[in-house]
Structure formats: structure tokens, C-alpha cells
């Protein structure tokens, strides 16, 4: 049996049990929601319709509800169908949070007698969610494609269904995954691929798409998850495969199912950001040659630094010198934070930097003129200032 045979069967066990779920709008006057004090509607406690923080007629500050009761509105449709054109994907599902999305499209799809490999530097959401669904796993070592084909050869011959886990762009270690020889690995092997998107979004691509879109592996991707948190700036993440994967998700998720919509006026910002960020080439661009002018001055100072994109990361060992040293840039006026562990392996702490596409040359320049300082002159020098 397929998987999604697997998951076809499921659904019409739903439907034979009347227990079949689909999204509707709100309809005739409210009595489902949890919108006891009315605020969600914008009036009540003296936010009447000319409140600032009143929203257009039909939007609301609030999904009221979880998307099965009455948190669904027809803007979230819209959303969907967009974020689904845009990847070139069936369908797309709106989660409240990327950690929601990741943990409940693993949890929901990945059942305990089946086996997945996960990279060892996967986010924690990801690592949870395969917590929750009870399968056997197996953590391969970061991005080593030999070691991920030796437990995929060793679980050939175990039933169950077989996925591969991993980040495209890893948000502390700073490079990519091989996702091309990832997803052939995949294909020998009978295993899924499912790749979590979240600091690529937005930024690779003709159209901004995220590293699988840009790669051609979009056939290959049993599903990608997305957050809107980061590069597109809007709250709320999503999970982009087949359409009765979506069904999948509606009737099972429980991440879905017992959380509180998010508000209809945040679809709104969804198809603003996407209508602008396809077309938004020169951001892209400009945030492309603002990590290689970064990462070139970094070099012509001494200082090599992992990745070759716009995430920077700068390991220096143990915690008490991550903090001294983002202190120091902090006091110098630079907002730099100390990463430690578990968000990073022990004795793996660092300064992470994120470059942004509106730093121009000259701040990065001085940036890197300032690390330089840090870490190679004695701590009573005082760190330039931009």
C-alpha cells in the first residue's frame, strides 16, 4: 500500500464514522467561538468600530475559534491557493507557527511502526514532532550523506514507510543541506522527503520560493514547511504538498484541530507580502551580495565563518565567551546575540548573524572591522562603533 493510499484509507474510515472534518466560514450569529467578551469582533471593552485597533468590517482581531469551529474565514482559501501556485505545489495549510506546522505535520503523518532519518542539527520542532509519532528514528550526522545511506540500507527490509527529515538552510549552523543528493537518496531508497524551509523562504528562487523550488524538487518533497516569521515577515507558517495531504491534516492534526485560528486581517497581510515578494528580485539580490561583500570582509580579516548565505555563525567554544563577546558588540551598538546550548551542541556556543538585504557596505564593513577587534585584539580594546 501507497502512503497515500495509507492516507486515503484513513480519511474514508472518517467518512464511514461521520467523523469526516472540512473548513467552513461563519455563518449566522455566533454561539461555537470563544469570543466570550466580544473583543475578537473588535468592539466591547471601548474598542467600538472607531477604535484604532478596530479592523476592516469582516476581519477581525481575532480567529475566535480553532479553523473547525468558527475560526475559518475565506481569506484563509485565498491564502492557501496562493501559497499553493506559488510553490508549484496541490495545496498549502495555514499553522499559527512555524513549531506548530513542524511538530504537527510530523506527528500526523509519521505513524510509530514506521522509521525516519533526521539530521542531527534539525530544529527542536522537528525533533519533537518525531518524539510524538513514536517511530523508530535515526540521527545522522549533519549533512553526511553516507552515514544517512547506511540507515536507509539498514532499514530496507523493515515495514513500515521510510522518511528523510532535514532542514534546507540550517538557522544556526549556516550552510545547506545536499538536498538533491538528499532527495535521490530518497528515491532509491522508497523514502519520503520532507524538508523544512524556514530560513529559505522567501529568499532563493525565481520567485522567492525557498532551495526546493529553486532546485527542481518539488516532485520529490512529500511536503515542505514554511514559516512567515521570518524573511516575508507576517505571523503564521504553513505545510505545502498534495491536496489529500491537506485533507490529511485538517481531520487528524491535532495541531491544527485544537488551536485558535489566526485572525482573519493576518490573511490579509499574507496576500500583501505574497503578491509583493514574487516579484521583489532586487531584495533578493541585494541580500545575496550583502552576505558575499560580509562574508569577503570577514576574510580579509582573519575571520572564517561557516555557510556561504546571509545566516553568519562565528563559534567560539564555550558560553562565557559567546556572552562576553556579544556583550561587547552589543555595547558597541551592534544587536548580536549569544547562541548556547541545547539550541547549539555543547561546546558549540557563537555569535550568529543574520545579514539583511538593507545593510549596505559600509555597515558591514565596519561590522567586520569590529569582530575583527574582538576577537583579535585583548578584551580591554573597546570595539568600533557603526
Not at 461563519?26 to 467578551?37: E, K, R, T, V, W
Request: proline share 4%; aromatic share 6%.
Amino acid at each position: 500500500m501507497s502512503l497515500e493510499s495509507r492516507w486515503q484509507a484513513t480519511l474514508d474510515s472518517l467518512r464511514e464514522a461521520q467523523r469526516y472534518r472540512q473548513l467552513s466560514p461563519p455563518a449566522g450569529i455566533d454561539f461555537s467561538s470563544n469570543d466570550y467578551l466580544g473583543y475578537g469582533r473588535a468592539r466591547g471593552a471601548g474598542q467600538g468600530r472607531g477604535s484604532p485597533l478596530a479592523c476592516a468590517a469582516g476581519s477581525g482581531r481575532s480567529g475566535s475559534a480553532s479553523r473547525l469551529l468558527r475560526g475559518h474565514h475565506p481569506i484563509w482559501d485565498e491564502v492557501e491557493s496562493a501559497l499553493a501556485r506559488w510553490h508549484g505545489a496541490e495545496a498549502a495549510l495555514v499553522f499559527s507557527s512555524g513549531y506548530s506546522a513542524n511538530e504537527g505535520l510530523l506527528s500526523t503523518v509519521i505513524e510509530p511502526d514506521d522509521w525516519v532519518a533526521s539530521d542531527q542539527l534539525n530544529h527542536a520542532s522537528i525533533i519533537d514532532g518525531l518524539r510524538l509519532s513514536r517511530a523508530q528514528r535515526f540521527v545522522y550526522r549533519h549533512n553526511d550523506l553516507s552515514h544517512l545511506e547506511t540507515g536507509l540500507r539498514e532499514a530496507s527490509g523493515r515495514r513500515g514507510e521510510r522518511f528523510i527529515v532535514t532542514e534546507s538552510l540550517f538557522g544556526m549552523e549556516a550552510d545547506r543541506a545536499p538536498l538533491l543528493e538528499i532527495a535521490q537518496l530518497a528515491k532509491r531508497y522508497c523514502a519520503h522527503l520532507i524538508v523544512d524551509e524556514a530560513h529559505a523562504t522567501g529568499c532563493f528562487g525565481p520567485a522567492g520560493s525557498g532551495l526546493v523550488d529553486a532546485q527542481g524538487l518539488r516532485e520529490q518533497a512529500l511536503a515542505t514547511v514554511h514559516t512567515g516569521g521570518k524573511a516575508l515577515g507576517v505571523l503564521g507558517a504553513y505545510v505545502a504538498g498534495s491536496a489529500v495531504l491537506k485533507e490529511l491534516l485538517i481531520n487528524r492534526c491535532r495541531h491544527l484541530i485544537f488551536t485558535t485560528a489566526l485572525p482573519p486581517v493576518v490573511g490579509q497581510w499574507w496576500l500583501q507580502t505574497l503578491t509583493h515578494v514574487a516579484g521583489d528580485h532586487d531584495a533578493r539580490s541585494r541580500l545575496h551580495r550583502a552576505a558575499k561583500l560580509f562574508r569577503t570582509a570577514l576574510h580579509e580579516n582573519g575571520i572564517e565563518s561557516a555557510g556561504a548565505d546571509y545566516i553568519v555563525s562565528l563559534p567560539l567554544g564555550d558560553d562565557a565567551s559567546a556572552i562576553a563577546a556579544a556583550q561587547r558588540l552589543q555595547d558597541a551598538g551592534y544587536d548580536i546575540r549569544a547562541i548556547r546550548p541545547p539550541t547549539v551542541p555543547e561546546g558549540t556556543a557563537r555569535l550568529r548573524i543574520s545579514i539583511h538585504a538593507d545593510h549596505d557596505a559600509n555597515l558591514l564593513q565596519q561590522l567586520a572591522n569590529a569582530l575583527s577587534q574582538l576577537l583579535h585584539a585583548p578584551p580591554s580594546v573597546a570595539v568600533s562603533r557603526p
